[in-house]
T-cell receptor, first 113, second 116 residues
């Protein structure tokens, strides 16, 4: 079945450090890939997405490239800020599964000044 | 992006009572709504999927009679936790998808339920 495997946390970085959160997927069809962010006590917000191979999603300095050959969608940011502290979820959806979302376990990021 | 409003944001109820959580799509018609439950420091667990005007499809292990889902209109779905117990305490999140947004779902802000 479809699934997402995400790098376990928690991750603690100093401000302005480089961030990578790994995400790999398994899908029976052709998935769309997403990164969602959850700030403390809040719901999920879409951070970025990519719907086909080699697409790069980007938002707020975060980037992720849809790599079909490695079935990956790693999240990166060149210089993190304290305000980036949150939990990040990788997710996929495919039309094969009625567009149901499959989420990774989430990676908690804490950025310290 | 589209807006999904979930209400209430948090609720405390006594054991044995029922609690209703509302999920509204404010600026689009939500043909499909999803209800998730999130335990502390864990990912989202899909509870059920509902399409407007039809019965919800529940995931394995989710009690239909305990978690009543109604999707009576294209902008509103409700989750009612019946005869709540402390173990039902959790963070519940809805998401909605419309016909023109079929590769993306928009999430409500979540409801923190505490049963005492």
């Amino acid at each position: 079945g479809d699934s997402v495997t995400q790098m376990e946390g928690p991750v603690t970085l100093s401000e302005e450090a480089f961030l990578t959160i790994n995400c790999t997927y398994t899908a029976t069809g052709y998935p769309s890939l997403f990164w969602y962010v959850q700030y403390p006590g809040e719901g999920l917000q879409l951070l970025l997405k990519a719907t086909k191979a080699d697409d790069k999603g980007s938002n707020k300095g975060f980037e992720a490239t849809y790599r079909k050959e490695t079935t990956s969608f790693h999240l990166e940011k060149g210089s993190v800020q304290v305000s980036d502290s949150a939990v990040y979820f990788c997710a996929l959806t495919t039309s094969n599964t009625g567009n149901q979302f499959y989420f990774g376990t989430g990676t908690s990021l804490t950025v310290i000044p | 992006g589209a807006v999904v409003s979930q209400h209430p944001s948090w609720v405390i109820c006594k054991s044995g009572t029922s609690v209703k959580i509302e999920c509204r799509s404010l600026d689009f018609q939500a043909t499909t709504m999803f209800w998730y439950r999130q335990f502390p420091k864990q990912s989202l667990m899909l509870m059920a999927t509902s399409n407007e005007g039809s019965k919800a499809t529940y995931e394995q292990g989710v009690e239909k009679d305990k978690f009543l889902i109604n999707h009576a209109s294209l902008t509103l779905s409700t989750l009612t936790v019946t005869s709540a117990h402390p173990e039902d305490s959790s963070f519940y999140i809805c998401s909605a998808r419309g016909q023109r947004t079929n590769t993306e779902a928009f999430f409500g802000q979540g409801t923190r339920l505490t049963v005492v």
